[in-house]
């Protein structure tokens, strides 16, 4: 461990307070399942992947992280700044003009961290299958990770990726889709239920684990178990139970925070809730 | 008129096959996809002689388009190949988000562009897939005119670093174009210089173009002809210096006049040097089952078209 879990939950306890305060900066963006997924981007960055902050696109040796729900930017915008890939003073131009921090991640800034654009859903484990197989043609067994959406499991375009993967032994692949059950429109088992997505994965050959997303101990251990699993000829999902809003209580349960800004008074709700730890930005 | 002359007929999707088999021997970078048309796309050449540095995605276009964009970020030139109507219009959302945008090295290799793909009828037959990729940022778009350009085209665009749509053909036409020629992204190249008018033409109309210079000669018309392999960027300087001389223009293109090389000529020269302009193109239409003959003439993509268009704009000069 490079990090106690204590100081893991210090971490993103920060991040959290981030997030809030970066869609409130501007009131609009996705809060919801950026604070879902907290803890994940936190085990992520800081326990689990090999990485180096001098940021190069072909990351050579280096384990690469593709995110495919562009919308939880907050999140990733945060840990790449606390990890070291641009000051942290950055956050503060969150989706305002002539940033870095567009609303959705792109490449179109130079954002050191971010390596294809994602907004536009069910694109992002086609593009992380295409880096594992850049990566095998180098002879570089670094691991590939992507997190998607539950939501997005809607659109078709992951279920070729779904089928292409186990098919061509994508095996240094760790895919983690953020089960937070909601999505715009509503609840997904109401809008377009997902049922049983272990049976669905495994029936296309995919090695399933489920974690709890919301509590550190668990989702790192579990993203290390994950990796050792790697090598092993089939692509490993990790199906991770999370809340949307998870950290702030009344953001918590609910699809309403998804894509909507706290207020002034929300905004001070929330950070009472999240210990200001690595200092705000 | 120049005279042009053809031992031989052959389609441009095979110069396509030896450009990609060239390409890849060039460099070990290069890696090509297919979904489900390698025998179409003809990329058997470099399947056999690169077996791992090439990816069967099965049919499933948006997901190749993805898988593409992914390896660039391993260094690797992918080039996707399947038919023009899903290189482009299926998969437009992953090219705009995950190559345009993003900026990737990917070439997207359109084979059966247009009518001439012939007797599977409409649903494949894509008329629309330059505009479609033009309006793309920083997307670079090129359909040669026979198999020894198109062939140049693949290996040059391995060479350029960015996203490019390649659009070539089924059908078998006249090779008359050197087959050494050194292939430049952006530069027209002269097909014949004239006087009364100029005639731009891209992909299989270029050979069409030939001919009705020809016959326009035989009708006392020195028609200046200028070939348009990359549509975008548009060579503005050869034009506009040609036009300033014939003072009219003629535009052919197998494609829907919306949105095609026709309209990318109208704009440069509606800013910078109005004057009178016909398009030879598909009148915004879909097109049938056919064949390619049968269909060219049916939708006005003829030599005897080009002459009419010619007559009637060369009627319009002042």
Known sequence: MKHTIKELEDIASQIRRDIVRMVHGCQSGHPGASLGCTDFFTALYFEVMNYKTDFTMEGAGEDLFFLSNG???????????????????????????????????TTHEHLPGIRIAS???????????????????NGDKSIIFALLGDGELQEGQNWEAAMFAPFNKVDHLIASVDYNGQQIDGPTSKVLALDDLQAKFEAFGWHVINTDGNDMQAIVEGLHYAKTLTGKGKPILNLMSTQMGAGVDYMMGTHKW???????????????QLPETLGDY | MKKYTYTEKKDTRSGFGAGLHEAGKKNENVVALCADLVGSLKMDAFIKDFPER??????????????????????????????????????????????????????????HAGLTLGEDGATHQ????????????????????????TKAATIAIAEYEGPVYLRFGRPVIPVFT???????????????????????????????????????????????????????????EAILKSVKKT??????????????????????????????????????????????DQLMSKYGLDAVNIVEAVQKVIGRKK
């Open chain 1, 71 to 105: 919308h939880i930017s907050p999140v990733w915008y945060s840990t790449l700044a606390h990890a070291g890939f641009f000051d942290k003073s950055e956050l503060a131009t969150f989706r305002k003009l002539d940033s870095r921090l567009q609303g959705h991640p």
């Open chain 2, 54 to 111: 090439f990816t069967q995605v099965g049919i499933a276009e948006a997901n190749m388009i993805g898988i593409a964009a992914g390896m660039t970020i391993g260094g690797k030139i992918p080039f996707t190949g399947t038919f023009a109507n899903f290189s482009t219009g299926r998969v437009y959302d992953q090219i705009r988000q995950s190559v345009a945008y993003s900026n990737k090295n990917v070439k997207i290799c359109a084979s």
């Open chain 1, 258 to 272: 998804h894509g909507t800004a706290p207020n002034d008074e929300q905004l001070a709700a929330a950070l009472a």
């Open chain 2, 247 to 292: 003072g009219c223009v003629v535009t052919c293109e197998e494609h829907n006049k919306f949105g095609g090389l026709g309209e990318s000529v109208a704009r440069l020269l509606t800013t910078e040097l109005p004057t009178p302009q016909e398009f030879v193109a598909t009148n915004d239409t879909f097109g049938e089952s056919g064949t390619p």
């Open chain 1, 119 to 137: 907004g536009s859903l069910g694109q992002g484990l086609s593009v992380a299958i295409g880096a594992a197989l850049a990566k095998r043609l």
């Open chain 2, 126 to 149: 894509i008329l629309e897939d330059i505009g479609l990729m033009k309006m793309l940022p920083g997307m670079v778009v090129i359909n040669p005119c026979d198999y020894n350009q």
């Open chain 2, 178 to 236: 050197d087959p050494d020629q050194k292939f430049e992204i952006g530069k027209a190249w002269m097909v014949n210089e004239g006087t009364d008018v100029t005639i731009i033409a891209t992909g299989h109309m270029v050979w069409k173009a030939i001919e009705a210079g020809e016959k326009l000669a035989e009708l006392g018309i020195d028609a200046e002809i200028i070939n348009i392999h990359t549509i975008k960027p548009l060579d503005d």
